[in-house]
């Protein structure tokens, strides 16, 4: 199993620019979560699906940041447009009925917006 | 993907000697505990859970333990190694999903 596989493992984008953080959960999990991790904040859940369908976006900062997850294999963050206070790791998750199994990270994202 | 160098609180170890690493958590709802551990550069890692019928839970080298009373958690690690070095997270839930707690970063000294 290649484990959650999430892609770019950097970006650095200018500020403005449109940023699409991409994310291949676990063949078989249908809870997907998306994570920001700074050093003010530590780990901040963003979002997360269940069976491909958005359950909580609480943690969505605002409107300039979306997920999606068009199908059980794939999901985007994008961030639109970008700022350098966006600039943090960002995490996908992925786990078997919700959070009772525990989570499979991925590496992460490392964004910088300059 | 690498770890954040967060300003946090700093357990420092001598290989062999045991660790324990405390989280207080803060949802009385929460009924699942997770401890993680995240080693530069990389995601984090499940170490263990507990359910909250429960007082304690063993692994390999590793014991949870629960208060519910005062709503507090520990990992303690058996003949800390160097490889043990890395930023420990606990993690609460009192449904679909996790809160994360602030982290400890372990330093293994040989």
């Known amino acids: 199993d290649a484990g959650v596989i999430q892609s770019p493992r950097h970006e650095v984008t200018e500020m403005g620019q449109e940023v699409t953080l991409r994310c291949k959960p676990i063949?078989?999990?249908?809870?997907l979560f998306w994570y920001r991790q700074t050093m003010m904040r530590g780990l901040e859940l963003l979002i997360y699906?269940?069976?491909?369908?958005?359950?909580?976006d609480s943690g969505m900062p605002e409107d300039r940041f979306s997920a999606k997850m068009p199908n059980a294999s794939f999901s985007t963050l994008k961030i639109q447009p970008s700022e350098p206070r966006d600039s943090a790791v960002y995490f996908c998750?992925?786990?078997?009925?919700?959070?009772?199994?525990?989570?499979?990270f991925g590496s992460g994202t490392r964004l910088t917006v300059v | 993907g690498e770890s954040v160098g967060l300003h946090l609180p700093t357990l420092s170890v001598q290989e062999g000697d045991n660790s324990i690493i405390n989280c207080a958590y803060s949802?009385?709802?929460?009924?699942?505990f997770i401890w993680y551990k995240q080693e530069s550069g990389k995601g984090p890692q499940f170490i263990i859970d507990?359910?909250?019928?429960?007082d304690k839970r063993q692994g390999q080298r590793v014991t949870v333990l629960l208060n519910k009373t005062v709503k507090h958690l520990s990992l303690q690690i058996a003949a800390t190694q160097p490889g043990d070095s890395a930023v420990y997270f606990c993690?609460?839930?009192?449904?679909?999903?996790?809160?994360f707690g602030g982290g400890t970063r372990v330093l293994v000294k040989p």
């Open positions: 998750a992925s786990s078997f009925q919700g959070a009772r199994k525990g989570y499979t």
């Open positions: 063949s078989g999990h249908n809870s």
């Open positions: 699906f269940n069976n491909n369908v958005p359950i909580d």
């Open positions: 949802n009385s709802a929460s009924d699942y």
């Open positions: 507990i359910r909250s019928n429960m």
């Open positions: 993690a609460e839930s009192p449904g679909n999903k996790l809160t």
